[in-house]
C-alpha cells in the first residue's frame, strides 16, 4: 500500500504551493515524488523530509518566490 500522509506534511506541502506559486499540476507531481521517496525508504507516512527532498528537485527556477 502506497504510504498515507502525515498532518505536518500536508501543510508544508500546501504551504509551498502558496509560497512558490506551484500549478495544480506542479503540487499534483512534487506530492507523486514525496509519496515514492516515502515508499522507497520503507516509511508508512509520508513526512516533511519526504516533501522538502521532492521539492529539491524542482527546475530552481520554479523555487524563487
Not at 15 to 22: M, P, S
Not at 42 to 55: D, K, P, S
Amino acid at each position: 500500500a502506497p504510504p498515507s500522509w502525515g498532518g505536518e506534511a500536508e501543510e508544508l506541502l500546501t504551504g509551498a504551493v502558496e509560497r512558490l506559486a506551484l500549478s495544480g499540476r506542479g503540487r499534483a507531481r512534487s506530492a507523486r515524488v514525496a509519496a515514492t521517496i516515502a515508499a522507497l525508504s520503507g516509511a508508512e507516512r509520508v513526512a516533511t523530509e519526504h516533501i522538502a527532498e521532492a521539492l529539491s528537485y524542482r527546475p530552481p527556477k520554479e523555487l524563487l518566490p
